[in-house]
């Protein structure tokens, strides 16, 4: 484990990352909850099948 911290550390050097200079993680700002409508639904047709008579 301490060859792979190593390693991190030494391409991190190598990359130009020092500590504390990583990336800024900033909290999302809070949206309020957008109210669902229920989906409409339409009136299905009925099939009929007409008989022939022969």
Do not use: Q, W
Request: hydrophobic share 30%; net charge positive; no cysteine.
């Amino acid at each position: 484990m301490a060859a792979l911290n190593a390693s991190v550390e030494k391409a991190k050097e190598r990359r130009g990352e020092h500590e504390g200079r990583g990336a800024t993680v900033h909290d999302l700002p809070k949206r309020p909850a957008k109210k669902r409508t229920a989906a409409k639904k339409t009136a299905r047709k009925k099939a009929t099948t007409a008989k022939k008579t022969g």
